[in-house]
């Protein structure tokens, strides 16, 4: 089975039940690609993550024994991340930012002006840097959650006493 992480310049990938799906955008808010389709079974997801080097991971416990499962069984969503970046350690800051973390698509960069008409006037005034997800259509800019989800990354990453 393969890592999580697949290469350096690779964020990591996993594939998440529908029992996890805070834990999918937190994911992919730190740029994990994280396949997470509540219409399949545990055992159907677990096929397709299978299909392409995913680890699952779940709150199943049918499915805790497979050797590239990741069972959950923390509650708090902090607790779950500190669970997944125990397990499949990436540096959470590198790759973050870089996916939608509604539908996990790659951002994609655009000039400010392709997006004067798609978001308010005061956050065109405010934001030099725009992206949007060609899923979804979602514009993302670096407004102050940012900083609030990097502050929790950190938290998150800092030694426990």
Not at 27 to 41: F, I, K, T
Not at 65 to 92: E, G, T, W
Request: proline fraction near 7%; glycine fraction near 2%.
């Amino acid at each position: 089975m393969a890592d999580a992480v697949s290469g350096s310049n690779q964020a990591p990938k996993f594939a998440a039940d529908r029992m996890l799906f805070r834990l999918a955008r937190w994911l992919r808010l730190m740029g994990a690609d994280v396949l997470c389709r509540p219409e399949l079974s545990g055992a159907e997801l677990l096929q397709v993550a299978r299909a392409q080097g995913r680890p699952l991971l779940t709150r199943d416990k049918r499915l805790r024994n497979a050797p590239d499962v990741l069972y959950i069984d923390a509650d708090l969503f902090r607790d779950q991340l500190r669970q997944v970046l125990q397990r499949y350690p990436f540096d959470p800051r590198r790759f973050a930012f870089t996916r939608c973390s509604s539908c996990n698509q790659l951002l994609k960069r655009v000039p400010r002006e392709a997006v004067v008409r798609s978001v308010p006037p005061f956050v065109y005034a405010a934001h030099e840097e725009f992206a949007i997800c060609e899923q979804c259509n979602r514009v993302h800019w670096d407004a102050s959650h940012v900083e609030r989800v990097i502050s929790e990354i950190d938290a998150l990453t800092a030694p426990r006493p």
